[in-house]
């Protein structure tokens, strides 16, 4: 599995917190509701996205719990129940996800038991553990779907 050492520029995002268990086999069947909670949600708000869209979903640990913070680039306005999240400048391991979503959590650790360790890469998760990204080249569960992968270093 290919992956790059990048920097990323400062941006700001708008979202929904949600909080995921303990366990991963469990978090993809709540991850999947909540994706269906946030998208009725940007309709809602008539946050339409274009052709030109993007969205985020970071895992977060807070106080000894793990969430989902499911995301888009920030609006002029934040509607009722998002909440504006700024993610620092900084340097990320990027891997893509090819596949099935069901397949995320091998992606996930793969990253975090094979790439990480046997590359002596020091992860930084003082803002979040990793995030996700999905624009133009994801497709809900075909082989050719891409997301995005990105662990904040040091």
Request: hydrophobic share 35%; charged share 25%.
């Amino acid at each position: 599995m290919n992956y790059e050492i990048i920097e990323l520029e400062e941006f700001n995002v708008i979202g929904i917190r949600y909080e995921l268990s303990k366990s991963l086999s469990n978090n993809i069947k709540l991850a999947q509701n909540h994706w269906k909670d946030f998208n009725n949600k940007l309709r809602q708000n008539k946050l339409y996205l274009g052709s030109n869209w993007c969205k985020y979903a970071f895992t977060l640990k807070f106080e000894n719990n793990i969430y989902y913070y499911i995301s888009i680039s920030k609006k002029s306005y934040i509607p009722d129940g998002f909440t504006e999240k700024l993610i620092l400048k900084g340097k990320y391991l990027k891997v893509n996800h090819i596949g099935n979503m069901n397949k995320l959590k091998d992606t996930v650790n793969y990253i975090y038991k094979e790439i990480i360790p046997k590359n002596n890469i020091l992860v930084e998760n003082e803002q979040f553990i990793y995030f996700e990204k999905y624009d133009y080249k994801f497709h809900w569960n075909r082989e050719d779907s891409i997301i995005e992968i990105y662990v904040p270093i040091k």
